[in-house]
């Protein structure tokens, strides 16, 4: 079965930065787009970034300069780096992936992790 785990997320000043991470697991035969969302409350879920497998990337107009997305195709984990917070980044992020298992193509959720961004 496959699995997303997200880990990084947390509270963090104005300024301040984070890493999120996204490893996935289970039978996976191939890893394609893989990319971050995130919903803040009372919105709906929105792109933050996205990488291909070759590595290209697009990034949310809110999000470019700030916020950088690499993935480590050996390790199955795609990252996000975020700087320069601020409180208008504070949502429930969430792991995207494309992935071909051994009984499934599709995509793939993780369970998401909340970043708080105080003024």
Known sequence: ???????????VQA?????????ASGRIFSLNDMG???????????????ITRGDITNYADSV??????????????????MNSLTPEDTAVYYCNANIMST??????WGQGTQVTVSS
Not at 1 to 7: A, G, H, K, R, T
Not at 41 to 47: D, S, T, V, W, Y
Not at 64 to 71: L, N
Not at 103 to 108: A, P, T, V
């Open 1 to 11: 079965q496959v699995q997303l785990v997200e880990s990084g997320g947390g509270l």
């Open 15 to 23: 300024g301040g930065s984070l890493r999120l991470s996204c490893a």
């Open 36 to 50: 971050w969302y995130r919903q803040a409350p009372g919105k709906q879920r929105e792109l933050v970034a996205v």
């Open 64 to 81: 470019k300069g700030r916020f950088t997305i690499s993935r480590d195709n050996a390790k199955k984990t795609v990252y996000l780096q």
């Open 103 to 108: 009984s499934h193509y599709g995509y793939y």
